[in-house]
């Protein structure tokens, strides 16, 4: 049978207060993405703060070119998964693609990923005036919510592939300036990803919220990977802002535990993974 957490290391949950009090005290925040009760485990295991059940499953477990066919469905399903597998880790999910047409099915979307599924928050992308309404609408339901910006992948066909965002003064500004209205409309953290590094450490300190980085340079306060590409195990060329942590580890909890310690320290990610 199997047992939920069974000698799970004794650690006190993560919470939203928890991770806003890192972020005061300097405490980096260590986050990756799981899609299984078993990676879950291993996430939890080693001790990291935060685990993502993104949409990315769309690519790394459905073998999809993008994000964008997941399903709410898909999501729920992922997400319960992962729930049984953590215990003082945070869970977060993705609302899918389109799940912000209108405020009924953001609302239906955060009730089912919370209340069906067992997240403690649920993240979206973007900072358009229907997503800061979105994220109102959740977090005055106590839905925690986590902004994403920069390279949203979900824009793919907009933005003409998986490109670098804020590089011209204008798109940086952008940026910067959806980051504080996420942050005004209600978001407890903001995944910032594919921007330069002087772009990442501008919104960081501009924002009391964590900013968790995914190519997005050593001053955010928190770094998140697809657990695919620090596993070494990416379907084609692994991204720039990634590091394969299996490399000189002989398991999946040494790897992850590392991937945690050099979160922790800074040493990731170090300039190689950077863009200017
Ligand atoms: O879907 C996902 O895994 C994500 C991360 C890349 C941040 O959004």
């Not at 997400?79 to 693609?97: H, I, N, Q």
């Not at 973007?126 to 109102?136: F, N, Y």
């Not at 060329?237 to 790897?255: C, E, N, T, Y």
Request: glycine share 10%; hydrophobic share 50%.
């Amino acid at each position: 049978m199997y047992v939920q957490n069974a000698n799970a290391p004794a650690r006190k949950p993560v919470t939203v207060p928890g991770l806003h009090a890192m972020k005061a005290e300097g405490r980096r925040i260590a986050m990756l993405t799981a899609y299984d009760a078993s990676f879950a485990w291993q996430l939890e295991s080693a001790g990291v703060d935060v685990a993502l059940v993104g949409d990315s499953l769309g690519m790394v477990m459905q073998g999809h070119a993008s994000t964008l066919p997941v399903t709410l469905d898909h999501m729920v399903y992922h997400t319960a998964m992962v729930a049984r597998g953590v215990s003082a880790t945070m869970l977060v999910a993705d609302l899918p693609f389109m799940a912000d047409r209108d405020l009924p099915h953001v609302l239906e979307a955060g009730a089912r990923l919370v209340g069906e599924a067992g997240a403690a928050m649920v993240k979206i992308e973007g900072g358009a005036p229907h997503i800061l309404a979105a994220i109102e609408a959740l977090t005055v339901r106590a839905i925690p919510v986590c902004a994403h910006l920069g390279l949203t992948p979900q824009s793919v066909h907009k933005f003409g592939g998986f490109r670098i965002q804020g590089r011209e003064q204008e798109a940086a500004d952008r940026v910067l300036a959806e980051a504080l209205a996420v942050e005004s409309a209600g978001a407890d953290l903001l995944v910032l990803e594919g921007v330069p590094v002087a772009l990442g450490e501008r919104v960081t300190k501009a924002v009391k919220i964590p900013v968790i980085g995914i190519g997005a340079g050593p001053h955010c306060d928190g770094q998140v990977l697809v657990i695919q590409d620090m596993l070494g195990i990416t379907r084609g060329k692994r991204p720039k802002f990634s590091k394969d942590f299996l490399i000189g580890h002989d398991s999946v909890a040494a790897a992850i535990t590392a991937y945690v310690a050099d979160v922790r320290s800074g040493a990731f990610p170090a300039p190689e993974h950077c863009f200017n």
